[in-house]
Structures are given as structure tokens and as C-alpha cells.
């Protein structure tokens, strides 16, 4: 049996997921903000984008997977052709086994906590969310570790690869640390922390689904159709 990766399906179907996970995500909140009282409905937690191992955080976990294997697939081709800057693609592929473990586990949150309690500075205002900081440095080492291999790659998917890529710190660092700010001054009930951390996941979720297609894209550029076999391919 065989599956033929589409890109354009793949995205469409990932972006359809998306805008049903966000309409519940949405009518929940509207909801919530109306009755006042969370305990009334007892399904804010699984459709919640705020909340965690629920069905929103399945989604990114899975769909940051999907990416990963994606890399691995091409890091293990380009390792075995001899050629330049597999073990970028390597990295890459731990880099999202490790993104897709830290969205289904919230990992980042338990580092925040681990470095808010050893910080020199004071966990508040947009550090509020101490996680930042050690990832936001890694960040910074990534970009300087990858700038060649962003820079060698064919033009259209360095294209695709930037804008995702910009996309999804856009929501992660930057819209998280604007979100950290509001939650320590005023709290994580009101409105305006709602639209940043809805805006927040839909960055990322959208970010993913950006990379995913560019790196779908590039393997068919490389290799030709994307194809899965399962069982005898008699």
C-alpha cells in the first residue's frame, strides 16, 4: 500500500484542523467571558489553547512530529549521498523531537520554573514567563550556527523556511513575552491575555504548517514524490 505525501492536500487538511480547533477554541472563550464561571462547562480544558494535553496541544505536538520525521528522512538521504550539511538537517530533526516532546509535555513551562527559582533576575513584567530566556539564547546560537545552511539552500525553500521560521518565534517569543507582561500585571483571566495567547498558537500552528509544506516541497524537488509503502510494494 502506498501514500503519496501531497503538499498542497497536506497543508489544506492541516489548516482545516486548524480553523476547527480555533472556532471551538473562540465560541469557548466567548462562552467563558459570558457565564464568568469555567466550572459550568467542563470542556474548556480540552479545547482550550491555553490549557495543555488537550486537543489543540495533540495537534502541535503531532503536526511537530510529522516535521521531524520529515528532517530525519532527509538527513538520513543526504548523510548517505555524502553531501554537504546533513548534519544540519540532523539537528533540525532533534530540534523538533525535542519542540514535539516540550508541546506535549509542556516542557518549557518546567524549565521556567527551574530557572526562575536559580535566576539572577527577577521572574516579572515581560520575563514573567522565565522560560524565555534560556531559549531565547539558544535561539540566538541556532541562528548563528545556521545562517550558512539557510543561506545555501535553494531559494524557494529558504524562503519558506525564513517566513516559517519568523512566524513561529514571532508568536513564541515575541507575542509570549508581550502575553508574560499582562499575566503579571493583571492576571491570566482577561480578555486581552486571551488574544495574545490565541494569537500566540495560531502563529505557531501556522508556522508549522508553512515548514511542513516547504520541506514536503523540497523533498520532491530533490527526489521526486513524496511516497510511503507499507507492507510488500509487489
Wanted: glycine fraction near 6%.
Amino acid at each position: 500500500m502506498e501514500f503519496r505525501l501531497n503538499p498542497r492536500r497536506i497543508a489544506a487538511g492541516m489548516l482545516i484542523v486548524i480553523a476547527m480547533l480555533a472556532s471551538m477554541h473562540v465560541a469557548q472563550l466567548c462562552i467563558y467571558y459570558y457565564v464568568g464561571d469555567s466550572d459550568v462547562f467542563n470542556f474548556v480544558e480540552l479545547i482550550d489553547f491555553d490549557y495543555e494535553a488537550n486537543l489543540p496541544s495533540l495537534y502541535s505536538s503531532l503536526a511537530i512530529f510529522f516535521c521531524a520525521v520529515l528532517l530525519w528522512l532527509i538527513a538520513v538521504d543526504k548523510k548517505a549521498s555524502g553531501e554537504a550539511y546533513w548534519h544540519h538537517w540532523l539537528g533540525l530533526a532533534v530540534i523538533f523531537t525535542f519542540l514535539g516532546v516540550d508541546e506535549a509535555i509542556s516542557l518549557h513551562e518546567q524549565i521556567g520554573d527551574l530557572v526562575e527559582a536559580v535566576a539572577w533576575f527577577e521572574a516579572a513584567g515581560y520575563l514573567f514567563f522565565a522560560w524565555v530566556v534560556p531559549y531565547g539564547l539558544l535561539l540566538v546560537v541556532f541562528a548563528v550556527a545556521y545562517s550558512k545552511f539557510v543561506l545555501a539552500l535553494p531559494r524557494k525553500t529558504m524562503f519558506m523556511f525564513v517566513i516559517s521560521g519568523c512566524l513561529f518565534i514571532f508568536g513564541a517569543v515575541v507575542i509570549e513575552i508581550i502575553s508574560a507582561r499582562e499575566a503579571d500585571l493583571h492576571g491570566s483571566e482577561t480578555v486581552y491575555y486571551s488574544v495574545l495567547y490565541t494569537l500566540e498558537e495560531l502563529c505557531e500552528m501556522i508556522a508549522i504548517v508553512l515548514f511542513s509544506n516547504g520541506l514536503l516541497r523540497y523533498m520532491e524537488a530533490e527526489k521526486g514524490a513524496v511516497i510511503f509503502r507499507i507492507g510488500d510494494s509487489e
